[in-house]
């Protein structure tokens, strides 16, 4: 095995290692949120999970080294919506909570997201959802789920593409995605990531001391879409965010 071959295995456990560890708050918020539930309080299960998050994203951007700049937060509706964001890293997931400050979202995911360590248990446990992807029937019922949780007062976050683009460049949304917006007739909230692959996608290894730049664009309404503008949701946004990295 070569010299290359061999330090990106020992930055990729550290990667793991560190990951592993800042698993530790875990259990304290999980049986927090099994009671919450069990009770039906959905504002102390929300008030719960912003401030396990915060004290989560906290210890990881601490361990890794992130840094995150966050333009748009004003942007932020204060009622459910969907946030659309490209996807470039596995970091992903950890920029936009830090982006969203507080702002408690469920993650929509893909259904082999689930055996993903530490992160697929933590996306099932705060009302995350996971696409089925080859089976239209299971999306379906993901998706009316999905638009249950919106009519409940919960937001969304989906990464539109499916697959991390693992750099700046940006796939074609899927325009199934936007139909948890348009069917519960919430805003959509397009959000631009720009730089978490250079943590771990652009050498296939982890690199710490990153920084990324995550851009809040003004909501887009939903409700009073016609069919047409509906159609055209996607690509709408797609160049609002697009046009995001462009600047």
């Not at 949120?33 to 999970?49: F, M, N, P, V, Y």
């Not at 730049?213 to 909501?219: L, Y």
Request: hydrophobic content about 40%.
């Amino acid at each position: 095995m070569c010299y290359n071959s061999i330090m990106k295995l020992l930055r990729n456990a550290e990667f793991f290692l560190k990951l592993a560890a800042s698993a530790r708050i875990a259990p304290h918020y999980r049986k927090l949120l099994e009671e919450a539930r069990a009770a039906g309080d959905i504002e102390e299960e929300r008030r719960i999970l912003a401030v396990g998050e915060s004290e989560w994203i906290g210890i990881i951007k601490k361990s890794f080294d992130l840094h995150y700049e966050v333009r748009g937060r004003e942007n932020i509706p204060e009622g459910p919506c969907v946030y659309v964001a490209n996807h470039q890293s596995y970091f992903d997931i950890m920029a936009m909570m830090d982006a969203l400050d507080g702002h408690v979202a469920s993650f929509i995911a893909k259904d082999d997201f689930k055996g993903v360590p530490l992160l697929g248990p933590w996306i099932e446990r705060t009302r995350g959802l996971f696409i089925h992807r080859g089976d239209p029937r299971e999306s379906l019922k993901t998706i009316q789920k999905g638009v249950e949780y919106l009519k409940e007062g919960w937001s969304l976050i989906i990464f539109p593409e499916g697959t991390r683009s693992r750099g700046p460049e940006m796939a074609e949304f899927k325009p199934g995605s936007f139909k948890l917006a348009t069917k519960a007739k919430v805003p959509v909230v397009p959000i631009t990531i720009d730089g978490t692959y250079r943590s771990f996608e652009e050498e296939g290894a982890y690199k710490g001391g990153q920084s990324a730049v995550i851009t809040i664009h003004p909501p887009i309404e939903t409700a009073d879409l016609s069919r047409a503008e509906q159609t055209e949701l996607s690509d709408r946004v797609w160049e609002v965010i697009h046009g995001g990295l462009e600047q």
